[in-house]
């Protein structure tokens, strides 16, 4: 007799037991719709406002559109108004439009104090022009640059004066045989992946071709 | 469109090229450089002394049926009459324009007059209608706006929803009414006008390609290199060119039968008519630095991209919707499972909007103003050029 058989009522009762505890205690007590009654109850919701006539006014209202299309992407066809040139004559009917009722146009607002209004502004790098870079520091940046290129990186360079890292690299590009080195470097970081790894950085690159070329 | 500059054509045929022109050209043309020319061909001539003259006995088959049997064809009837086309256009023309010089290379019979006729017209009203209509477009994206309205593929496929079908071989005997063309023969089919055989092209590397300014220059009127015969698929290629030029020359045709505003008319209803997705034509590089440079230029504030709404950021399928601002102007809105590429999207559907403006549905275009009592010339809107 081996080990097996010994331990096989084991292993059984470990499972029955379970599968006894799951079904006595369900996670959530919930109720489902058994009968067709009860289900056509549970589906049956009010439309939403928008869906619904106008009945701000007493009976005899105005005729009122329905006008509720579905959510969707804006189209490219439709041009922005800051984007009209100064000739068409869509901009001067958008700009009457707004000056008659500026709650007409959405999200777009006329007065220029509720900034507000505006959705929250994202964070991410973009260019922040402060032109404090002298002549001097600029020449100090390549000197530092070309004295240490490991000590003095891009980052480094880029805190001490207070500027974007892209106008370090400009300014004071790193002399040949550092970018060689640090290129090398990435490639041997490259070789040590796996192809799971691999494969999932070629696939990024390629969803951002797709999203590039407007396919996803 | 290229400008056709007729003071030029003489100077061309005098001066030598500067590359050995090894390309083998065997169209009716053959020897000018730039096939853009009047001068009549010295081949045209030595064709046309192998026609046999009347009584004598033939000594071998035509290449193609003869003009008189185009009066009883009833294929080529339907067609005429299928096309609407004026009593002015007589059935034989119509015959001619189906034979095309792969089938017979004599150009007193084939359709290459017609064609290349045909195709100047068309580019033309093609090239001023998506000028006027999208005058912010990149000149990649108008050369294929340009080729989607009156490239070979699509030409082949308006000759194709005519009814138009092609014979077996072509041959004496065939029907007129079909359109006569062979993939095998040494005569290249194409539309080998306009634009040169370029320097580089004799060289290994034949992926060279260089800017947008020498396409425009050198290159033919879609801003392809005009390059001899090495096309991946030749034989689509062939059958392509040969089904469009069959489009060209019953343009080319009602041009010299009908006149100049019949031929408009024409071409306006049936390849204009037809409708093409520019937005999907667009590949960017950086959206977000060239969104950037296009407020710098227009004076506009710089874009700031604000998240509009978004939904399940901590599940496995979020979606984030971003609108990309310049001050409180709003100039577009993307959505996609992660926040940069979300305003990357918003920046390319900015764009998209910036180069696809249009100035309305019923744009004038320069050739309105050759009719009788039109009204004076307005200057369309026409952006100063790309951003980057």
Excluded at chain 1, 173 to 186: C, G, R, T, V
Excluded at chain 2, 29 to 48: K, N
């Amino acid at each position: 007799m081996d080990v097996r058989t010994l331990s096989r009522p084991a292993t059984q009762l470990l499972k029955s037991t379970t599968r006894q505890t799951q079904t006595l205690l369900p996670l959530t007590t919930s109720r489902g719709h058994k009968t067709t009654a009860r289900t056509k109850r549970a589906l049956k919701i009010a439309p939403h406002d928008s869906f619904l006539p106008n009945r701000s006014q007493p009976f005899p209202a105005a005729d009122h559109i329905i006008y509720n299309p579905p959510a969707s992407e804006a189209s490219p066809e439709h041009t922005p108004f800051i984007f009209l040139p100064a000739n068409d004559p869509r901009r001067e009917a958008i700009q009457r439009m707004r000056l008659s009722s500026p709650e007409a146009l959405g999200s777009v607002t006329t007065s220029p104090d509720n900034a507000d209004d505006l959705p929250p502004a994202m964070r991410y790098p973009r260019r922040r022009a402060q032109y404090n870079l002298t002549e001097d520091d600029m020449a100090e940046m390549r000197r530092l640059r070309n004295e240490d290129p490991l000590r003095w990186s891009t980052n480094a360079l880029s805190k001490k004066f207070n500027c974007s890292p892209i106008i370090v690299s400009i300014a004071a590009p790193a002399p040949a045989e550092h970018k060689k080195w640090l290129e090398e470097k990435a490639e041997r970081r490259r070789e040590r992946w796996g192809p799971i790894k691999t494969q999932a950085r070629e696939d990024r690159g390629r969803r951002a071709e797709m999203l590039y070329r407007g396919e996803i | 469109m290229k400008g056709i500059r007729p003071s030029r054509w003489g100077g061309q045929l005098l001066h030598a090229r500067s590359c050995p022109a090894t390309i083998p050209r065997k169209n009716f043309l053959a020897s000018t450089v730039r096939c853009q020319s009047t001068v009549p061909a010295p081949a045209a001539e030595d064709l046309i002394e192998q026609i046999p003259e009347e009584g004598e006995t033939l000594p071998r088959k035509l290449p193609s049926p003869l003009p008189e049997r185009a009066l009883h064809s009833a294929k080529l009837a339907a067609l005429h009459s299928r096309l609407s086309l004026s009593k002015k256009i007589p059935l034989q023309t119509l015959a001619r324009a189906l034979v095309t010089p792969s089938a017979d290379p004599n150009p007193g019979f084939n359709n290459a007059n017609l064609a290349f006729l045909g195709s100047t017209i068309i580019n033309y009203h093609v090239a001023e209608y998506i000028t006027c209509k999208w005058p912010r477009l990149p000149m990649a994206i108008h050369y294929e706006a340009l080729r989607a309205f009156s490239g070979p593929e699509s030409l082949a496929q308006i000759s194709r929803r005519w009814g138009v079908e092609a014979a077996a071989a072509p041959g004496e005997e065939v029907d007129p009414g079909l359109l006569q063309w062979a993939s095998n023969s040494s005569a290249l089919v194409g539309t080998r006008w306009g634009g040169y055989v370029r320097a580089e092209t004799d060289r290994k590397h034949s992926f060279y390609r260089r800017g947008m300014s020498s396409r425009v220059v050198l290159d033919n009127d879609f801003g392809d290199a005009v390059d001899a015969g090495s096309v991946k698929d030749a034989h689509q290629h062939h059958q392509d060119t040969s089904f469009s030029s069959f489009v060209q020359a019953v343009v080319g045709a009602i041009y010299s039968h009908s006149g100049r505003e019949a031929a408009k008319d024409f071409v306006e209803s049936h390849i204009l008519s037809r409708q093409v997705d520019l937005s999907s034509l667009f590949e960017f590089q950086l959206p977000t630095r060239e969104l950037a440079m296009l407020c710098a230029r227009e004076g506009f504030e710089p874009p700031l991209a604000r998240l509009e709404s978004e939904t399940g950021r901590h599940s496995r399928t979020p979606v984030y919707v971003v609108g990309i601002y310049s001050g409180k102007e709003k100039l577009g809105e993307g959505n996609a499972p992660s926040l940069d590429f979300a305003r990357r999207k918003a920046c390319m559907n900015a764009l998209k909007s910036w180069y696809l403006y249009s100035p309305g549905n019923k744009v004038r275009v320069p050739s309105d103003m050759m009719e009788e009592g039109a009204k004076p010339w307005k200057a369309p809107h026409i952006d100063i050029g790309e951003v980057i």
